[in-house]
């Protein structure tokens, strides 16, 4: 099995973020007729219509209220796996695979793609981001950004420059324990991604320990309310916005069951909707 991508990349890397951005633009281009599409260089972001979890940017107050996403191909979907963290559970319950547009043909081919053009090309494909970022934010006046709506990468150790670009937030949600992951002292905010693994709830109250935030999937339907507290740490209403960069430290995220995690028996990756 080959190496999964956040290990391979990093292993290449660090990415540098200034270079020949048409010389990428035209690999990308060649890269994509390769695999059937057409002579274009379509966006490596997603726009900020584009996803329904996205269009949900944030409080008020927000000042980074457009949020764009980089949506490459879940878990091993692609042929390498872009979720090295995952656990079975989220990986059959992953909502960027069963539900939306994520479950039509067309779109799952382009995330491929694009998932494999960062595997062969990682440069051109960092250079393009870059490029992309600077160009939102420039248009926006400022933007939000999470560069692992479907995936598990480590952009810190990959591309560390990409942290440094002016006005853009930075956040996503990840499975990886604590050690593993780095927010450079606050330009990236990360949340940590509850599974049905044993060691996760533990790892989870470490994030919450040090003032940092955990998602919970919970049981509770559509419309009603969710847990006050889990293990004592006030819960959030995640499906109010995804704007988690904008979230109280040590809090719990609450999310409500959605696709397939909504058949799942409470417990496992999906807990009980009662406050503990």
Not at 35 to 60: F, H, I, R, W
Not at 238 to 266: N, Q, Y
Request: glycine share 10%; proline share 5%; net charge neutral.
């Amino acid at each position: 099995m080959s190496k999964p991508l956040t290990l391979l990349l990093e292993e290449q890397g660090p990415f540098g973020i200034d270079g020949d951005v048409d010389a990428a633009k035209q690999r990308w281009i060649a890269y994509r007729v390769a695999n059937g599409y057409k002579a274009t260089a379509t966006p490596l972001l997603g726009d900020p219509e584009s996803n329904l979890k996205l269009k949900k940017t944030g409080y008020a107050e927000s000042q980074m209220a457009i949020v764009y996403g980089l949506s490459l191909l879940p878990a091993d979907a692609s042929g390498i796996d872009a979720c090295v963290w995952r656990s079975p559970e989220c990986t059959s319950a992953c909502v960027l695979m069963t539900a939306g547009h994520s479950t039509f043909p067309t779109v799952r081919q382009g995330r491929k793609v694009k998932t494999l053009f960062l595997r062969d090309h990682p440069q051109d494909f960092v250079l393009l981001l870059a490029w992309e970022l600077r160009r939102a934010a420039k248009k926006h006046g400022g933007i939000a950004v999470r560069l692992n709506v479907a995936s598990d990468l480590r952009w810190e150790r990959i591309a560390p420059q990409l942290f440094e670009l002016e006005g853009i937030v930075f956040y996503d949600y990840t499975k990886a324990p604590r050690s593993q992951r780095d927010q450079l002292g606050g330009k990236y905010h990360l949340t940590f991604s509850v599974s049905e693994k044993s060691q996760s709830e533990g790892e989870a109250l470490k994030w919450l320990a040090d003032g940092g935030n955990a998602a919970v999937v919970f049981d509770t339907k559509k419309g009603e309310a969710l847990p006050e507290t889990w293990h004592g740490y006030p819960v959030l209403d995640g499906d109010i916005t995804d704007a988690r960069h904008e979230d109280l430290p040590s809090a719990v995220v609450g999310l409500r069951a959605k696709g397939s995690a909504r058949s799942m028996e409470a417990g496992g990756f999906v807990k009980k909707g009662v406050s503990s």
